[in-house]
C-alpha cells in the first residue's frame, strides 16, 4: 500500500524567514501525482502545489516551490518569506494517476511567529 | 465561480441518530469524493462519486453511505452514530479527468455524543 510520511509534526519559522517541510512516499507506481494542501485554522483545505512525477522540473507557486527527488521518493516543499498567514497544518498527498483518492501524510502543523 | 459548499457547517447528534451532510460541488465538477478527518486518523478517504455513481469506496462500515444527484450535488449518511464518527466531514470536487486538481470544501464538523 502506499504511504506518505511528514516527519515533523510540528515546525515554527520567524516571519520573513524560509522553512522547509519534509515529506517522503512509498510507491511502485510510476504514474502519479504530489500535492501539498495548506489547512488554516479555519478548516479549509487550499491546494498550495502540485507536481506531476513525470516532470523533472521542480513545481513553483510564488513563495512556494517544491524539492521533488523521484529515486528517493522525497517531496518537500520550501516557504520562502514567511507569512503569518501562512500559519497552518500543511499535508503532503501522493495520488495515482488514475485515480482521484489521494493518501495524505498525517501534517505538519506550521507556526509562523512575528 | 463559486467553490465547494458543504452544510451543514455543524452539527451535534446523540449515540444511535442518523445523520446527513450534504456537499455541492464547484459548477461543471461531476466528481465528489468524502473525507473523514480526525486527530487520530488523520484524513482518510471514504468515498467518490461520478455521474451518480460510486466510482470508488473507501474502508469503511456500510454505516456510511453516500448518493449523487444529477446536478452533482452529493449527500453522506451516517447512521447508527458512534462517538468515533466524530470528525470534520470534508467534501472534494473535480472534473472528469482524474488528473484534475481536487478542490476541497470547508467541511461540516460532527459531534457525536
Known amino acids: 500500500a502506499q504511504t506518505v510520511t511528514q516527519s515533523q509534526p510540528e515546525m515554527s519559522v520567524q516571519e520573513a524567514e524560509t522553512v522547509t517541510l519534509s515529506c517522503t512516499y512509498d510507491?511502485?507506481?510510476?504514474?502519479?501525482?504530489l500535492f501539498w494542501y495548506k489547512q488554516p485554522p479555519s478548516r479549509q483545505m487550499i491546494l498550495v502545489i502540485r507536481?506531476?512525477?513525470?516532470?523533472?522540473q521542480n513545481a513553483t507557486e510564488n513563495r512556494f516551490s517544491v524539492n521533488f527527488q523521484k529515486a528517493a521518493k522525497s517531496f518537500s516543499l520550501k516557504i520562502s518569506d514567511s507569512q503569518l498567514g501562512d500559519t497552518a497544518m500543511y499535508f503532503c498527498?501522493?495520488?495515482?494517476?488514475?485515480?482521484?483518492?489521494?493518501?495524505f501524510g498525517r501534517g505538519t502543523s506550521l507556526i509562523v511567529h512575528p | 465561480k463559486a467553490g465547494v459548499t458543504q452544510t451543514p457547517r455543524y452539527l451535534i447528534k446523540t449515540r444511535g441518530q442518523q445523520v446527513t451532510l450534504s456537499c455541492s460541488p464547484i459548477?461543471?465538477?461531476?466528481?465528489v469524493s468524502w473525507y473523514q478527518q480526525t486527530p487520530g486518523q488523520g484524513l482518510q478517504f471514504l468515498f467518490e462519486?461520478?455521474?451518480?455513481?460510486?466510482?470508488n469506496k473507501g474502508n469503511f462500515p456500510g454505516r456510511f453511505s453516500g448518493r449523487q444527484f444529477s446536478n452533482s450535488r452529493s449527500e453522506m449518511n451516517v447512521s447508527t452514530l458512534e462517538l468515533g464518527d466524530s470528525a470534520l466531514y470534508l467534501c472534494?470536487?473535480?472534473?472528469?479527468?482524474?488528473?484534475?486538481?481536487?478542490?476541497f470544501g470547508p467541511g461540516t464538523r460532527l459531534l457525536v455524543l
Open positions: 498527498a501522493w495520488r495515482s494517476g488514475g485515480s482521484y483518492i489521494p493518501t
Open positions: 510507491t511502485s507506481e510510476s504514474n502519479y501525482y
Open positions: 507536481q506531476e512525477a513525470y516532470k523533472q
Open positions: 459548477s461543471g465538477h461531476r466528481s
Open positions: 462519486y461520478f455521474s451518480e455513481t460510486q466510482r
Open positions: 472534494a470536487s473535480g472534473r472528469e479527468n482524474p488528473q484534475e486538481t481536487q478542490y
